[in-house]
């Protein structure tokens, strides 16, 4: 008797392999942490009291939930809010993290909207851009003045938003292809 092996059913192993383990995986860097980087200060007007301040907004359990929760917190203009606010605060980089502290998405903030950076494809040019980070992050040691040094920290930073950890690069890239990324 001949068996013939149908394409409807796969082994129990290839199952565990291909689905189970890496969801259970990924559930143990869950929940993600949304965090925007800007620029804060008690009143707007005057330069000198201006500082980088680090927001976090909240925790979700999947990536597409947490872009979705960082652009609504941002167009609702609902940033930096509660007792411990900042009566000014630009916003300026959208980070969220996994619970492990590893990069999982980033983007600018311009003219109230986020730009998504799309992950390194490579190590090589992971290495590139930590170079360029490094050599931006030296200019603004160097700077004399404190907001010329900041604009080189934030170029960093920019820079710096592609390197998603490599247990998210997939993940991310696949998700900026769709269409509400966007």
Known sequence: ???????????????????????????RRLPLRISCLGIASDDGNDKADRFDRTIPLGECQSPEEAMRFACLRLSQSNICTGPDSFPHFRPRIMVIEDCEHRLVLAGEIRAGVILWQQPVASDPEARRIVSEASRLRGMAFRSPDPDEAREYRYRAATLEARLVDPFWRETTTELLRLPQAA
């Open 1 to 27: 008797m001949t068996h013939f092996r149908s394409d409807t059913f796969r082994p129990i192993g290839q199952i565990l392999a291909t689905e189970v383990m890496p969801a259970l995986f990924r559930a």
